[in-house]
């Protein structure tokens, strides 16, 4: 089994990490230039992003082919997936690919402009988590077939959130600021998956214009240094399954 997986603070790692596979980061295959994964059995997880499909998956997908027998797809997500499931059917069948499973699992929503990260860490427990993610493996593992079957509603609204996202994604790096705590470590640098962070004379960095969203570099930064001029909150996030090694072994793509 081979599971293909975008992360930026965690949750999906943490998905991709509970089944017996091969770990494959996006970022790195795109770095590697691999476009053909096969096996007997190929996921992909990924983390609904602005209820559709973050930027950097939807490009890998748009050329990767997959050969496998049995092809099955988790979106986690932490508000609404919307329609992000159907976005995902057509987006592997205009590259000659298609899943037999999609499901979506409800997990943390760590997006700092519209969630508060304390009010979300409150409501572990009642989203169930652990108990959903097992019936999904239970059933992944069991070759279950599962159709996406998301409402037209739902991907009408996908459709156009994701053209909205992408014309408001022009205005991110500029809601980054970095404030005296930065202790120059550079690790917002090696967690960004598209190596839009570089460091400035000072060795502070600096934000350029191809940014994902992700905010891998907020919530992974150790001081708390970098903010948004626009954030719900202090706290940051990285799932408690994941390291913050494991999510530069995933992102760090050196350029």
């Not at 409501?123 to 652990?130: D, M, S, V």
């Not at 214009?209 to 706290?235: F, G, T, V, W, Y």
Request: glycine share 4%.
């Amino acid at each position: 089994m081979k599971i293909l997986y975008f992360t930026g603070t965690g949750n999906c790692l943490s998905v991709a990490k509970r089944f017996d596979a091969e770990l494959l980061s996006v970022p790195q295959m795109i770095k590697n230039n691999i476009y053909e994964i096969e096996d007997e059995v190929v996921g992909i997880v990924y983390p609904v992003y602005a209820i559709s499909i973050p930027g950097i998956v939807r490009k890998y997908l748009l050329q990767c082919k997959i050969k496998a027998n049995y092809v099955f797809v988790i979106a986690t997500y932490g508000c609404v997936d919307c329609g992000s499931l159907h976005e995902m059917k057509k987006l592997l069948e205009a590259n000659g690919n298609k899943a037999d499973y999609y499901t979506s699992l409800l997990m943390i929503d760590n997006y700092l402009p519209f969630f508060d990260i304390v009010t979300q860490l409150a409501k572990l427990k009642e989203k169930n988590i652990e108990n959903n993610l097992n019936k999904i493996v239970e059933e992944i593992n069991a070759r279950t077939t599962k159709e996406e079957n998301c409402r037209w509603f739902n991907n009408l609204v996908s459709s156009i959130g994701h053209k909205v996202v992408k014309q408001i994604e022009k205005y991110t790096p500029k809601m980054f600021y970095v404030n005296d705590e930065c202790v120059f470590c550079g690790v917002c640098k090696k967690v960004c998956p598209v190596s839009n962070i570089t460091q400035d004379g000072t060795n502070k960095p600096v934000f350029g214009n191809n940014c994902e969203s992700c905010l891998a570099c907020i919530h992974n930064c150790p001081k708390n240094a970098i903010q948004m001029k626009i954030q719900r909150s202090e706290k940051r996030f990285r799932n408690s399954n994941v390291s913050l090694n494991e999510i530069i072994e995933s992102n760090n793509i050196g350029v």
